[in-house]
Every structure is written in structure tokens, then in C-alpha cells.
């Protein structure tokens, strides 16, 4: 069975496949203090839950945007599953040619997406990964990486409001009944939900008049099943794309 991992600055998502089919996914808060020990009693107890064989892992990898954790996942890795992990490094191992001005400072998460959208749905495509940040992501005809966008995500917007507007509220983010707002929570809900559905149509309205008609628009992430329905242009949200496109990547380094 192969472990992956997409340590993101807000969360942290693992999956487990044995062989084509993933057998369990979970979604955790990352944890920039969490120890080696404590990273690796984690991944046993979430092992155990799912009643999974954890010594049934022969393979692991990671792709990770929080260097702070690398040597400590690494460490975890070696220390409770006895495998070196495989890190994605865009510009190496990847397998996906990338036209960035600096190739190594593209997100390791964005390059793992793009490697997925076009094996699954071909190109030209767009990807929308819903996360800390809210990144687009241009993938050509060819499966080239092209280049693409980073808005600060819904979650960042809605703190920013709270913390610097004194009388207002923090709020849950979701879908309001009507966009006019009856009270204070309301209209903040839905200046949150409609306002961010509108960047992210009006950001794919201005990518798709720049490169031309897209195959396939999707969207992924944690938020995505929640802003992504919301959207004109957003055609599929697909949960898993980041931890099949950390699959792949796997696979293209063992031939």
C-alpha cells in the first residue's frame, strides 16, 4: 500500500491506496510543533481506526508546502514505517514541464494538481484548489504547466474582516438563502459566499479569454464543495485530485 501526504499550510491531507483504490483519507489541522514521535503515534492511531495494517505501507509521498515540517515527516517516515519518503520536487521529479520564471518556486501542491487534472481529464485544463490560499492553475494541450493565480482563500478573508472591523462578527462561511442580508451575520455571509464566487468566476472569465476555450474546469479543496457549486464556470470538484496526482508522481519515479 502506498501512503500520501499534502501538508498544507492550513491542513494537512493523507490517503492510503492499495494498488488503483484509495482505502482512507483523512483531513487534519496542520501542526508546525508536532513532534516526530507525535506525528508518527498519529499516523498508527489513524491506521487503527480504519482498522488498516500500517506495516501493509510500502511506499510514501509527500508533497509539502510548510518546509518547517519536511526533516520531521521525514524523520516519521524512517522512524515508524522503516521508508524513505519521496518529496515532490516540481522541477525534478514531477514529471510535468513547468513555465514558471523560477520553476522551484512553484507550490509543490499546484504541480501535484496539475500532474492529476490532465491524466484524468486531459487539457487544456484549469484547476481552482480551494485552501489557504485560493490558487487557478493553467494546465496546456500537452500538460505543460503554465502558470496561474493566488487570491488570498475565503477563511483568510473572513479573518481579516473580523480582526480589523471592531464590531463585527466572526461568522461561519456558507451558503445564505438570499444575497441581501436581514442582520449583521447575514450580510456578512453573503458578502463572503457571492463576493468570492464572483473573484473566482470573474479570475477564470479573464484566464479563459487569455489562453482560449478549457477542456475542463476543476475545482478542489476544502472549500470547494462549498464555493465550487456556487460558480458559472467550475464544471467539476474533485476531493481526491491532490492525493492521486501524488500517486502518479510515485508511480513515475519507480519506472
Not at 520564471?101 to 484524468?120: C, E, L, S
Request: hydrophobic share 45%; charged share 20%.
Amino acid at each position: 500500500m502506498l501512503l500520501v501526504m499534502d501538508v498544507g499550510n492550513t491542513n494537512t491531507v493523507l490517503g492510503v491506496y492499495a494498488g488503483d483504490e484509495i482505502v482512507a483519507r483523512w483531513r487534519l489541522t496542520t501542526e508546525r510543533d508536532r513532534t516526530i514521535d507525535e506525528y508518527g503515534i498519529l499516523c498508527r492511531n489513524l491506521f487503527t481506526l480504519a482498522k488498516l495494517d500500517f506495516t501493509a505501507i510500502k511506499a510514501i509521498a509527500i508533497s509539502s508546502v510548510v518546509p518547517t515540517l519536511n526533516f520531521t515527516l521525514y524523520k516519521m517516515a524512517i522512524t515508524y514505517f522503516e521508508i524513505e519518503p519521496l518529496f515532490v520536487e516540481p522541477e525534478k521529479n514531477s514529471g510535468i514541464k513547468i513555465h514558471y520564471d523560477t520553476p522551484q518556486a512553484v507550490g509543490a501542491d499546484r504541480v501535484v494538481n496539475a500532474v492529476a487534472a490532465f491524466h484524468k481529464y486531459g487539457g487544456p485544463c484549469i484547476v481552482v484548489d480551494f485552501g489557504t490560499a485560493t490558487t487557478f492553475d493553467a494546465i496546456s494541450p500537452a500538460g505543460d504547466y503554465l502558470g496561474g493565480v493566488i487570491t488570498p482563500g475565503v477563511q483568510i478573508s473572513s479573518e481579516a474582516l473580523f480582526l480589523r472591523a471592531s464590531r463585527l462578527p466572526r461568522v461561519q462561511i456558507r451558503h445564505p438563502e438570499k444575497v441581501v442580508g436581514t442582520s449583521t451575520i447575514m450580510s456578512i455571509q453573503s458578502g463572503l459566499y457571492f463576493g468570492y464566487i464572483g473573484l473566482v468566476d470573474g479570475i477564470l472569465t479573464r484566464m479563459i479569454d487569455e489562453l482560449g476555450p478549457q477542456k475542463t474546469v476543476i475545482a478542489t479543496g476544502g472549500l470547494a464543495p462549498l464555493i465550487g457549486k456556487g460558480s458559472a464556470i467550475i464544471e467539476i470538484i474533485d476531493d481526491d485530485l491532490l492525493l492521486e496526482g501524488l500517486k502518479l508522481i510515485y508511480e513515475r519515479n519507480q519506472s
